[in-house]
């Protein structure tokens, strides 16, 4: 990712959380808990911890491929074993305008 895109240099180092999708259902089912226009929760059995910033990079097919593409602070974490499937909840920090737009595009369905 160019941190240009984003502002300039990094104050703190940055995690990449990156996967590929073969749909936008697919990444609804497999990999998120919810998605916002603010953030996404991200299911996973070893979550990073709270205030973590992260490189998100999610590739999905809406009409064609698409990639979601920004930065993101990790807010929220759920253990495993619990009742509650485990995983971070992660605001958008800062995402590209094109992402932004393809997320409003995937709300909408």
């Known amino acids: 990712m160019d941190e240009r ?18 749909s936008v259902e697919q990444f609804i ?3 998120v808990q919810n998605i916002s226009q603010s953030g996404v929760f991200i299911k ?3 979550p990073l ?4 910033e992260v490189n998100l990079k999610f590739t999905v097919i809406v009409d064609e ?4 593409e920004g930065l993101g602070k990790v807010v929220r974490v759920v253990a495993p074993g619990g009742d509650d499937p485990p995983g971070m909840g992660v605001i958008f ?4 305008s094109y992402s932004q737009n393809l997320l409003e595009k995937i709300l909408s369905r």
């Open 5 to 22: 895109q984003f502002g300039g240099q990094r104050k703190e180092p940055r995690v990449n959380v990156n996967r590929e999708f073969r």
């Open 29 to 31: 089912v497999e990999y």
């Open 44 to 46: 996973s059995d070893d």
């Open 49 to 52: 911890a709270i205030g973590t």
């Open 65 to 68: 491929i698409e990639t979601i």
């Open 93 to 96: 920090t800062k995402l590209t």
